[in-house]
């Protein structure tokens, strides 16, 4: 099956709503994309209006749960698809749909600072040094750059 990419950059419209569906937890919430065109004037008028409903599987539950709400600037890039349904009335309509793979703060639009989940170590080798100041602990990055403090952070937006 063909899957088709986008990102979309706009504005969280609806508070995001988490579910469980089957076995699995989703959140989601519609994002609006709007366009500006610059008038032969110089000034600005509204274009046209992007609606898609973005729906977060996975890890992106929990990020997007604790730092996302409704007005928030976004950032989202997935695949998207086209949904059908009838509505109350009968009505035939469909709307744009998207399985998002990442989405974050606009950082054009908002200041953000990212906290790290705790990353969960099974032995205590994993979590020494391996004394080549490299900042690579087991094949993994640990985050730091030489030269600076490491601090923890906090998510705001």
């Given at each position: 099956m063909f899957e088709t990419p986008i990102t979309v950059v706009g504005r969280i419209v609806t508070d995001p709503r988490r579910r469980i569906v089957g076995?699995?937890?989703?959140?989601?919430?519609?994002?609006?994309?709007?366009?500006?065109?610059?008038?032969?004037?110089?000034?600005?008028?509204?274009?046209?209006?992007?609606?898609?409903?973005?729906?977060?599987?996975?890890?992106?539950?929990?990020g997007?749960?604790?730092a996302l709400y409704k007005g928030a600037a976004v950032i989202a890039v997935g695949t998207v698809h086209t949904s059908e349904y009838e509505?109350?009335?009968?009505?035939?309509?469909?709307?744009?749909?998207?399985?998002?793979?990442?989405?974050?703060?606009?950082?054009?639009?908002?200041?953000?600072?990212?906290?790290?989940?705790?990353?969960s170590r099974t032995s205590p080798e994993a979590v020494a040094d391996d004394g080549t100041g490299d900042g690579v602990v087991d094949g993994v990055a640990d985050g730091t750059v030489e030269g600076s403090e490491s601090e923890n952070l906090m998510l705001s937006a």
């Open positions: 076995d699995q937890e989703v959140i989601s919430f519609r994002v609006a994309s709007n366009s500006r065109r610059r008038t032969p004037e110089g000034t600005w008028e509204p274009g046209n209006s992007l609606f898609v409903t973005v729906n977060c599987w996975g890890r992106l539950v929990t997007v749960g604790a509505d109350r009335e009968g009505i035939k309509r469909s709307s744009l749909d998207m399985r998002a793979t990442a989405v974050g703060p606009d950082l054009g639009r908002v200041i953000a600072r990212i906290e790290q989940p705790p990353q």
